[in-house]
């Protein structure tokens, strides 16, 4: 997803979305690539991390199962 870097506010930065600028995202500028400035394009990728989502799963599974034989 292509978005601008419409501004910086104190600690957040306020991304639009390229193709629907009524998609806003604000987040905090340490996520940013270093040397990002107002009206860069930025590119985001957002992936699932399925190992580290079926190991969280296995622990909750875990502890309801402990918590059930009490």
């Given at each position: 997803?292509?978005v601008t870097?419409d501004?910086?506010?104190?600690?957040?930065?306020?991304l639009?979305a390229?193709?629907d600028e009524s998609?806003?995202m604000?987040?905090?500028?340490?996520?940013?690539?270093?040397?990002?400035s107002?009206?860069?394009?930025?590119?985001?990728r957002?992936?699932?991390?399925?190992?580290?989502?079926?190991?969280?799963?296995?622990?909750?599974?875990?502890l309801?199962?402990?918590?059930?034989?009490?």
């Amino acid at each position: 997803m292509k978005v601008t870097l419409d501004r910086v506010e104190g600690k957040t930065a306020v991304l639009i979305a390229r193709e629907d600028e009524s998609v806003r995202m604000n987040i905090p500028v340490s996520l940013l690539p270093p040397g990002s400035s107002e009206g860069d394009i930025l590119t985001i990728r957002i992936r699932r991390d399925i190992p580290a989502t079926d190991a969280a799963r296995k622990e909750v599974m875990d502890l309801v199962e402990k918590l059930k034989n009490k």
